[in-house]
């Protein structure tokens, strides 16, 4: 079935550090690709997105490339702020039905 | 900005007890969603609404559960009879498309003691 694997955290970067949190995806088809982010006591918010092969999602200095041949959708970002500091949640909705998968979540410290 | 809401914020409940999530999607989705979070775990799938039924649901989604839109606007979750492990934060969600993103409530953090 379909399904998410995200790089294990929690992670710890100090500011200004260069971020990549992993994610490959197992899809039938050719799904579509998000990154959510959860701040703490916040819903999910949806930071980017990706709906076919080669696209680039980029929001907040955020991006992530879907890349077909790796089956991956990587989350990356030059400097990291503390403001940063979340949940990150992987997700991918199928060509086919209608429901998204998670991955696990990283969690996110910048320290200044 | 359109967003989805969801009230009430925080419910406790005892065990036994049924208790109703609503929410408000925003207005021209189509899709409408139901998912929960038990504290510091992955986020779960529990079932997804479109054109007044159900479309799809997950093992979780017994007979425990069950979704309504009333009305032209709310979307309501019911647990009847919560166990201890009903606990968790339930998050409504709402998409104009089937595979087009989903946007998120704040979510309704659900205590059963």
């Known amino acids: 079935g379909d399904s998410v694997t995200q790089m294990e955290g929690p992670v710890t970067l100090s500011e200004e550090a260069f971020l990549t949190i992993n994610c490959t995806y197992t899809?039938?088809?050719?799904?579509?690709l998000f990154w959510y982010v959860q701040y703490p006591g916040e819903g999910l918010q949806l930071l980017l997105k990706?709906?076919?092969?080669?696209d680039k999602g980029s929001n907040k200095g955020f991006e992530a490339t879907y890349r077909k041949e790796t089956t991956s959708f990587h989350l990356e970002k030059g400097s990291v702020q503390v403001s940063d500091s979340a949940v990150y949640f992987c997700?991918?909705?199928?060509?086919?039905?209608?429901?998204?998968?998670f991955g696990t979540g990283t969690s996110l410290t910048v320290i200044p | 900005e359109p967003e989805v809401t969801q009230t009430p914020s925080h419910q406790v409940t005892q065990m036994g007890q049924e208790v109703i999530l609503r929410c408000v999607p925003i207005?021209?989705?189509?899709?409408f969603y139901w998912y929960r979070q038990i504290l510091g775990q992955k986020v779960e799938f529990l079932v997804s609404?479109?054109?007044?039924?159900?479309?799809?649901k997950s093992e979780i989604f017994d007979d425990q559960f069950s979704v309504e839109r009333p009305d032209g606007s709310n979307f309501t979750l019911k647990i009847r009879s919560t166990k201890l492990e009903d606990s968790a934060m339930y998050f409504c969600?709402?998409?104009?498309?089937?595979?087009?993103?989903?946007?998120f409530g704040q979510g309704t953090r659900l205590t059963v003691v």
């Open positions: 990706a709906t076919k092969a080669d």
């Open positions: 969600a709402s998409s104009v498309g089937g595979y087009t993103e989903a946007f």
């Open positions: 207005s021209n989705h189509l899709y």
């Open positions: 899809a039938t088809g050719y799904p579509s």
């Open positions: 609404f479109y054109n007044n039924e159900i479309s799809e």
């Open positions: 997700a991918l909705s199928p060509n086919t039905g209608n429901q998204f998968y």
